[in-house]
């Protein structure tokens, strides 16, 4: 029998604030977290953009000096997050055995590792610091929260790039049904804005070059757009099982009513334009959730503000939906945050949530001539979703051509 | 150059509260760092090296798993350095 699934803790830290609330806020009121990098190693290198969403609180005003010099930054922002979400969640007493969780990241330590090279050939292999292993491997973020909160369920990390944490919250929902696990954090995090990846992601014209409005930059579904803005940070999202957590007497945000994960296999970096994938990845989430495409009553989709990610999107979502689509409210949220990669599908996760919580869908930012090739309903201020028991669904897509969608209910 | 056994004490408890967040005043001749002082071998590690870069002096791998102490690590600086 299948189980409900809901969402009881919520913790993140973005580029537009330390936790939930001053992100949601700063969201709602359309507020951008892109700003320009007041760091020496940009000039250094003549790294070619300069700007991106940092993380609004740095972590070492939250953590202590300890377990900021023994974790990776993409660690910090995971543990951060994970935290909040846990006290939102009540901290409650469960059994560790069967606490599990289910945390992602894009592509990892990567200032742990590159800083040891640096050490490496400065100063020699013994200045090395012993810790550069555990600090740098990807299921890094996901063992600080299991060691932290004493999850013995297992503890498991899903790499699919920009889709990675939103299949780490389609797996914890897989995780829960299999009734092994009580209870699971699962989310995302990412702290890649250093040097290397800025200049790998503009060599590849992934990156938004708008040097001179930062703000602006991010601009999904605008006919201006030309590609992504790099952010930071983390997300977590505290599931269980409905019957564990009305016997503890939770505050429930939502139920997380199914998640799906399809591959492309089409190339290594673009989408498919026909977003036949991307479909199925959807459908599936649908079918799982016991839902039809009239219960979908918003999307907070992928939308990276890439000229042709939205469209290959958009491609995929006409084929689901049809001529329905015209009137589902869809919003874009990473024209404020910019795209936090390994932790957007948690960040967006915890939007969708809150929006159906709420009942407000946060605005999509910098739409000042939206795409004709793209006429969806884009949210530009915030908005309201009906019905008892709607449905909103969060996308998430990653090179590799990775698809994965969760869907959430109203609770 | 060589260091007081006074000195060594308070440099290595400096060290030890940066890699752990021990109090320094914790640091005594006579904790052992793995049963008193609960310090893993990755934080003994960095440890040492940094006591290398602070008193310069060269502390062999060999000779660490004989560093139990806070007295066998404060003797050992002062007598190699």
């Excluded at chain 1, 974790?71 to 969640?89: K, N």
């Excluded at chain 2, 005594?28 to 934080?43: A, G």
Aim: net charge negative; charged share 20%; glycine share 8%.
């Amino acid at each position: 029998m299948t189980k409900k699934i809901v969402v009881t803790g919520l913790g993140a830290t973005t580029p537009l604030g330390g936790d939930v609330r001053t992100t949601w806020n700063r969201l709602l009121s359309g507020q951008s977290g892109i700003r320009t990098i007041e760091a020496e190693w940009i000039a250094k290198h003549e790294v070619p953009v300069t700007f991106a969403g940092q993380a609004a609180v740095p972590a070492a005003e939250i953590l202590t000096p300890q377990e900021i010099k023994r974790l990776d930054p993409s660690s910090q922002f995971a543990l951060i997050s994970a935290r909040e979400a846990w006290a939102d969640a009540g901290s409650p007493t469960v059994t560790p055995e069967r606490f599990a969780v289910e945390y992602s990241t894009g592509i990892g330590g990567v200032w742990t590792l590159l800083d040891a090279y640096e050490t490496l050939n400065e100063r020699g292999p013994r200045r090395v610091l012993p810790m550069t292993v555990p600090m740098l491997m990807p299921n890094g973020p996901a063992a600080a929260i299991g060691m932290d909160l004493a999850a013995r369920g297992g503890v498991r990390t899903a790499v699919s790039a920009c889709a990675s944490s939103t299949e780490a919250i389609s797996n914890a929902y897989n995780r829960l049904q299999t009734g092994e696990v009580d209870i699971v954090i699962a989310g995302g995090c990412e702290a890649a804005i250093h040097a290397l990846p800025l200049s790998a992601f503009a060599a590849m014209h992934a990156l938004s070059k708008r040097n001179d409005d930062p703000a602006a930059a991010s601009r999904p579904y605008d006919a201006n757009r030309d590609g992504f803005v790099m952010g930071e940070g983390g997300a977590s999202l505290v599931l269980e099982t409905e019957e564990h957590a009305l016997a503890r007497g939770a505050k429930i945000y939502a139920e997380l009513a199914g998640g799906a994960v399809t591959s492309d296999a089409y190339h290594i970096t673009a989408p498919d334009p026909e977003g036949s994938g991307a479909a199925r990845a959807v459908l599936a989430t649908l079918a799982q959730a016991g839902a039809t495409i009239e219960d979908v009553k918003h999307i907070n989709a992928h939308a990276t503000s890439t000229p042709v990610g939205d469209i290959a999107e958009y491609n995929a979502l006409k084929r689901v939906f049809g001529d329905l689509l015209a009137s589902i409210p869809v919003t874009a949220t990473k024209s404020s945050t910019g795209h936090l990669l390994g932790a957007a599908g948690a960040v967006e996760a915890i939007f969708t949530i809150l929006a159906l919580h709420e009942n407000k869908i946060p605005p999509t930012i910098n739409l000042d001539d939206q795409d004709p090739e793209i006429p969806l309903d884009v949210v530009t201020s915030p908005r309201g979703i009906e019905g008892e028991k709607a449905l909103a669904i969060s996308n998430s897509f990653g090179f590799g051509g990775h698809n994965a969608v969760v869907a959430f209910r109203r609770f | 150059m060589a260091h007081s056994q006074a000195d060594v004490l308070a440099g290595l408890a400096e060290i030890v509260n940066d890699e752990t967040g021990i109090a320094t005043d914790a640091v005594q001749m006579d904790k052992h760092f793995t049963n008193d002082l609960d310090i893993d071998s990755i934080s003994m590690m960095t440890i040492v090296v940094n006591c290398e870069d602070r008193f310069g002096v060269k502390i062999p791998d060999e000779e660490v798993k004989n560093l139990n102490t806070v007295a066998d690590a404060v003797n050992f600086i002062v007598s190699a350095s």
